[in-house]
């Protein structure tokens, strides 16, 4: 399983500085929504640029205009960017074509969607996309008695290549291996560390255990 980071921080000196600290663990370095919307779309240009071994992923969180904003992203150097699981099947399929278009990858980001989310991921599958993400944003994960094991038991469930994020930490990415993710995501775990490459290194042991 792959270990994402999600470097949700709000400038790029301390984008980069986060990605220095953990790339050796991770496999794919992701530029939060945060980020971009504060940094604007350079800043995946940037920090593919220092780490043009690792793979870059825009999470633009499209939802409308899929083929024009995923463009934008695969112009500026991303590997693979986000639009929204829950938009019009058209603006998917858009970020579908801007995808074919450059050789690079489109997922789907599951947030918000909770009723009928198996049967929701298995058509937005059929898109194109190059794999859902099973997501509880973190409004959704500040909610009392939140719980990863839904997005687990989905993930198991949709029967198709998925990642998972929504509070993934030390003691659930071993669940998340066994439910058979493609990815795990971390942002918090990582970002809120002491020392952000020992806990990189400490998910990508589990991750791959
Ligand atoms: O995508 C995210 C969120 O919606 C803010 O943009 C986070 O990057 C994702 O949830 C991973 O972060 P953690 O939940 O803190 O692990």
């Given at each position: 399983?792959?270990?994402?980071?999600?470097?949700?921080?709000?400038?790029?000196?301390?984008?980069?500085?986060?990605?220095?600290?953990?790339?050796?663990?991770?496999?794919?370095?992701?530029?939060?929504?945060?980020?971009?919307?504060?940094?604007?779309?350079?800043?995946?240009?940037?920090?593919?640029?220092?780490?043009?071994?690792?793979?870059?992923?825009?999470?633009?969180?499209?939802?409308?205009?899929?083929?024009?904003?995923?463009?934008?992203?695969?112009?500026?150097?991303?590997?693979?960017?986000?639009?929204?699981?829950?938009?019009?099947?058209?603006?998917?399929?858009?970020?579908?074509?801007?995808?074919?278009?450059?050789?690079?990858?489109?997922?789907?980001?599951?947030?918000?969607?909770?009723?009928?989310?198996?049967?929701?991921?298995?058509?937005?599958?059929?898109?194109?996309?190059?794999?859902?993400?099973?997501?509880?944003?973190?409004?959704?994960?500040?909610?009392?008695?939140?719980?990863?094991?839904?997005?687990?038991?989905?993930?198991?469930?949709?029967?198709?290549?998925?990642?998972?994020?929504?509070?993934?930490?030390?003691?659930?990415?071993?669940?998340?291996?066994?439910?058979?993710?493609?990815?795990?995501?971390?942002g918090g775990a990582i970002y809120n560390a002491p020392d952000p490459g020992a806990a990189a290194a400490e998910l990508k042991k589990r991750a791959t255990r």
């Open positions: 399983m792959q270990l994402q980071v999600a470097l949700d921080v709000l400038d790029l000196p301390s984008a980069l500085t986060l990605a220095d600290q953990v790339s050796e663990h991770v496999d794919i370095l992701e530029l939060g929504t945060p980020l971009v919307k504060s940094a604007g779309i350079g800043a995946v240009s940037a920090i593919k640029a220092a780490h043009p071994d690792k793979l870059v992923f825009a999470d633009l969180k499209t939802a409308d205009a899929g083929e024009l904003e995923a463009g934008l992203a695969f112009e500026a150097g991303a590997d693979l960017v986000t639009v929204m699981g829950a938009v019009d099947d058209d603006t998917i399929r858009g970020a579908v074509a801007a995808g074919r278009k450059y050789g690079k990858q489109v997922v789907a980001d599951m947030i918000s969607v909770v009723d009928g989310r198996v049967a929701r991921i298995r058509e937005v599958a059929k898109l194109g996309v190059s794999f859902v993400e099973i997501h509880a944003g973190l409004d959704e994960q500040a909610r009392p008695g939140y719980s990863i094991d839904q997005l687990l038991e989905d993930g198991r469930l949709a029967g198709v290549p998925f990642s998972i994020a929504g509070g993934v930490k030390v003691d659930t990415i071993g669940s998340v291996r066994e439910a058979g993710a493609k990815v795990a995501v971390a």
